[in-house]
């Protein structure tokens, strides 16, 4: 009895001191990890050290970086032709607006552009009204007087205009013809500082306007000193010698493919707008499309096209 009473002391010490030592190397483990600048703490049984969320985090900002430098490195861009020249003028500017936001482009080409005209007198300065509802910047060129006000092209950017200019593009003096204007920003993104252009060649049945007026683009063109892109109503068709003219200094942004129909949007039957680009070097076309959805604001689609910035 004795025995065993004695056996029962030793065994429950033996627990004491074994329950003891694992305690003491518990807190020597505690101390240890605590002891590496306290950048650990304990949650739900498990240690979770300072350092492994600071891993954690730099691997979630890399992450958005990446995400961040892919999107400064591609601009989103668009050429609507509104039909402000339409009879009674623009009904529902808002709508309009709509249309670019929905798309949401960085830059839009925009062709009949009114500024205080009769026919438009309920929106006075159409370019200045689409960027107020949109919330961007604007710079519009005029081809000609027409109706008491300006007729002519515009630019809308997100990105900040730094620098803008307008040129004419005449007609031959022998044919009948309207006047028509190049509406040229100076914008930066991704670290490259480029030219975005917006233009309306002629759209009366004579090629011989829109062939001289695509030539003098064409030399308008040689003489800029960096990388461009053109968004434009040409009012000719792919096969066109005015088209023709223009690939030999542009490259057309749907890759060459012109099939895709931008007029009428009532009937579609014919590709007459386009973006294009110089020099390949510069650009990279990651998406080109006719923008369908908007059927009922104008007699144009708009074409949409996403470009990446290849870097220097």
């Not at 985090?57 to 992450?63: A, M």
């Not at 309009?96 to 552009?113: M, R, W, Y």
Request: hydrophobic share 35%; with cysteine.
């Amino acid at each position: 009895m004795i025995m065993k009473n004695i056996n029962e002391k030793v065994y429950l010490f033996l627990c004491l001191i074994t329950f003891f030592l694992f305690f003491l190397q518990g807190e020597v483990q505690s101390h240890s990890i605590q002891e590496k600048g306290n950048k650990c703490h304990k949650r739900s049984n498990a240690w979770i050290c300072k350092t492994d969320i600071a891993n954690l985090d730099s691997s979630v900002t890399n992450k958005q970086q990446n995400v961040a430098k892919r999107i400064s490195e591609t601009v989103a861009v668009m050429t609507y032709n509104i039909y402000g020249a339409r009879p009674n003028g623009i009904q529902n500017i808002e709508e309009i607006a709509k249309v670019i936001t929905q798309v949401n482009p960085d830059l839009v080409a925009l062709q009949e552009v009114d500024k205080y005209t009769q026919r438009n007198a309920h929106i006075g300065d159409v370019a200045k009204r689409l960027a107020e509802i949109t919330g961007m910047h604007y710079f519009f060129s005029k081809a000609i007087d027409f109706d008491g006000g300006e007729y002519g092209d515009a630019v809308l950017s997100k990105l900040p205009i730094k620098g803008t200019k307008s040129y004419m593009l005449g007609t031959t003096p022998e044919l009948p013809g309207e006047n028509r204007s190049v509406a040229r920003v100076t914008v930066e993104k991704g670290g490259t500082e480029f030219y975005f252009i917006s233009t309306h060649f002629d759209h009366l049945n004579k090629e011989t306007n829109r062939v001289k007026q695509a030539r003098d683009f064409v030399n308008i063109l040689k003489k800029l000193d960096k990388p461009v892109i053109v968004g434009g109503d040409l009012n000719d068709v792919p096969d066109s010698k005015t088209i023709s003219i223009l690939r030999e200094h542009l490259l057309f942004g749907d890759r060459n493919d012109l099939n895709s129909f931008t007029f009428p949007t009532s009937t579609p039957s014919q590709t007459i707008d386009y973006l294009m680009y110089f020099p390949n070097s510069a650009f990279r076309i990651n998406l080109y499309r006719v923008y369908t959805p908007a059927s009922i604001t104008s007699d144009h689609f708009p074409v949409i096209a996403i470009f990446k910035i290849n870097s220097k």
